[in-house]
Structures are given as structure tokens and as C-alpha cells.
Nanobody, 118 residues
Framework: QVQLVESGGGSVQAGGSLRLSCAAS????????MGWFRQAPGQEREGVAT???????TYADSVKGRFTISKDSAKNTLYLQMNSLKPEDTAMYSC????????????WGQGTQVTVSS
């Protein structure tokens, strides 16, 4: 049973930083592709960043240069370091996982709220 549990969300002023964590269990962590997604009220969910089993990463244009995705395979934990936060980064952030050969992410955490005030 794959389980993903996020933590680290909170409220911060614009320009501040937060680090999100996603503790994973129930699968061979190193062979999976992972990602962070976010959804603001009234908006569709969007991809923020992904990291493949070999460590290669992708980022949404809106967060490039500000956010960094990383993973610690020894701890089975995924991270999202968020710097220079903006009010438009306010959203519910969720981590997700999939077998890398699978088309779409199919395991999801419950999410953690990030609120950035101006």
C-alpha cells in the first residue's frame, strides 16, 4: 500500500521560504518518479516540479529559479524547497508518485496548505 504524507506547509510573508516534505512508504522508493502539484481555490491543479528515478528534474516556468525539488532515498522522503515566495504561490500542495513507466501520477498525498501574504 503506497502512502504519501506531506508536511511543512504554513503561512509566510512574500519573499519568505518554506520547505515541504513528503514521507513515502509502501514501495521501492528509488524506482519511482515523484512530483509536487498545487491547486488554488477555483483553479485547476498544476504541476510544480518532478524528479525522476535518476534524479533529473523539471519545473513549471512560474517556479523556476525559486523552487528546488529533491529527494533523500535513504529516508524515503521528497522535498520542495520554496524560496522568494509570492502571493500567487498560495495553494494546497500535494506530492505524488508513480512507476516511471506509468503514464500519469497515481499515488497522492493528502496535501499541505501554503499561504503567502503580501
Amino acid at each position: 500500500q503506497v502512502q504519501l504524507v506531506e508536511s511543512g506547509g504554513g503561512s509566510v510573508q512574500a519573499g519568505g521560504s518554506l520547505r515541504l516534505s513528503c514521507a513515502a512508504s509502501g514501495y521501492t522508493y528509488s524506482s519511482y518518479c515523484m512530483g509536487w502539484f498545487r491547486q488554488a481555490p477555483g483553479q485547476e491543479r498544476e504541476g510544480v516540479a518532478t524528479i525522476d528515478s535518476d534524479g533529473s528534474t523539471t519545473y513549471a516556468d512560474s517556479v523556476k529559479g525559486r523552487f528546488t525539488i529533491s529527494k533523500d532515498s535513504a529516508k524515503n522522503t521528497l522535498y520542495l524547497q520554496m524560496n522568494s515566495l509570492k502571493p500567487e504561490d498560495t495553494a494546497m500542495y500535494s506530492c505524488a508518485a508513480k512507476e516511471c513507466w506509468y503514464l500519469s501520477f497515481r499515488y497522492w498525498g493528502q496535501g499541505t496548505q501554503v499561504t503567502v501574504s503580501s
